[in-house]
DNA sequence: AATGAATGAGCCTTCATTCAT
DNA sequence: CATGAATGAAGGCTCATTCAT
């Protein structure tokens, strides 16, 4: 066909595109592969010459999600290095929760957390590679904005369920649970306000 | 057996119970009818007396868990009416930690979390009957501490999300996401340093 | 259906009798198991509840087989036991030359032979369940007829494989490699022809 | 490769090695066209070129059979035809019984047992150039000793059986259904025993 | 009400074979 | 000739659901 040995070595990232679109729609379970080769231009068993199995895609996924989101992040905060820890923080939460307004970026975080419990080893992977890379880094930023006198002492795993929850519940909210009647305000509404709220929290008091 | 003479009444209670429990371990599509039969102590036809099918279970289920979950929540901000708001939701929250600390307890939100996005229905009951309800819960009781002047202004769905966010994040990190290696702090630690921050991000400024 | 509960204790010897008749024409990997289940008149599904896999079939087909035949020679031996040496070895060897002339008798041996080399499994269980107790069976007849004079001193795997092997050559012949353009003698005349010649291979000499 | 450009013409055999290893452990159905591939040292794509199909290799397989065995036993029979009969067929059996005490030399004859059931092609190849040409030369064989006076009369259908089958059952015996626990005596012996009983099974009584 | 044998649709995975390069 | 990506048909097995008892 015309897709034959046309840029083969795409072909493991276009199939977990695929993959993620598909598991998204009706989850890993509801999902058939002859669908996601359907979606990837491909025939059923061409996925199985990149994959061995299902579960190794969804794997491979999250491995690749991992790559990228915490990527971001943490070159987020490097370049913000010598700004002012308040300020550094306030972009990183702006910047997560604009970006988990949009579907697309949310679908492979939303995968994860739907399927993790089933899958003990997805499970595991996002908790070190996503969630322990995000805990440091938070721990990190946290020090140093105390050390500037900018932030109260707090212990770092209220900070990561402080900061990282409601980005969490933001990301269900404009999805999973978005009431087509009630449309909440613009993401930018939103992602001023949870940082506000947020670092006023961290602000120490008199 | 002896389950039999005794409340049979109770059955469908006891079957949802097996329900979530196997739901819990491996997830809706993973579950068998068969295994949650066995663990109510019937056989897999008997289920269908009492569940048209596995679907039904599971929409039984969130029904139940919404009575009970916001029940509880509604009950607990009531018996607070004359307090001011600053205590009650310092109560809701760690409350709500606290509860949320023990598996047993977030099994049903946690399964929801997992199923709303292949069911649309269950996104929908879970949105009215749980967040739609918190939701408002959260916006009177905000109300009320912005009229207290012990609050400052703040936009309802900020308000949701960063108080139900920081609950959701320690659930997911209690459960799916824990790590052996690296225990949490005792849950009324997290459960203080969450209403600590919390409330004081939303203490007015001068 | 009309097969719905009637006789399930009879089921799986049913089921066996159709994967015995399905494999001997195709062979194991050849058969699928829903022609099985149509031979046995049921439906795929309905296999699975008796046996959990097509492999568990052959073995079990196996298992039976050693039962019936090795049961059926010791039998015979044992019946005989007043006789000399000579008459008992004639009477199997023609007994089994007879029995295998019959392709339903061979069809589960000829299987055996056929899948032995896949499946170590089936060729220990029938090593030990059908040859071994066929060599004790010779043995004890040839130490019996050595003690009578009527048998030369002759080793056991010497006689296993003098004695056997040309029930196995006339088997195949029998079947698989019959030649429909030159058909051999009828099977007393062949069964006949062997036992003189063994037994006469056994006599002693002066 | 080095085998790449070094006798090109060769390959079709090397194929049906490759073949013959592969299909002997895991019998021709369970076989992959890729595995012989690899073993043979060449691509999938490759054998194609000289095979039309899995199917064609095994038929080639036991043509090549055919004329290495019965060639060998047919020149070994010729070799021999001064001596007296008793004194050839004691070395053609005990020649056989040597050679096929041997895994690798057997390995071929195995095959076509396991397969000709399902390849009715197969069995009528082998039937006609190997068992049927085998006939001919125990039934001159025969012929010789009986005008010799030292066989006596004996029909060639149960001649056929009396000879081959100890070879098969030795065979077997060897391989397959090899007892790792009670392993046999030396080839020497099982030979030199099976040839002395057969031919005095064959001698004349007064 | 309860049982559990039976059904049948469905899906993952394998692999012989093809063919563009 | 050789490669290996791609195809597509095929089959083992699972399991929600039904229903005769």
Redesign the pocket.
Known sequence: ?A????R?EA?PDEILDAALAVFSEVGFA??????I?ARA??????????F????LMLKALVRRLADRVVGAAEMLVQSNAQADAEQTLRSLLTFMAMQLSNPKVSAAPRLVLAEAQRFPEIAALYRDDVIGRARQLLGKLCDRGIAQGVFRAVDRDVMLRSCAGPMLAHMMLSTVFADPKNPAPPPEVIAGGIADLVLNGLRPRP
């Open positions: 066909m897709r034959r040995a046309r083969p072909r509801g999902a058939r592969v002859e669908d080769a231009g491909l025939s059923k068993g061409a996925v199985y010459v990149y061995e199995s299902k579960e």
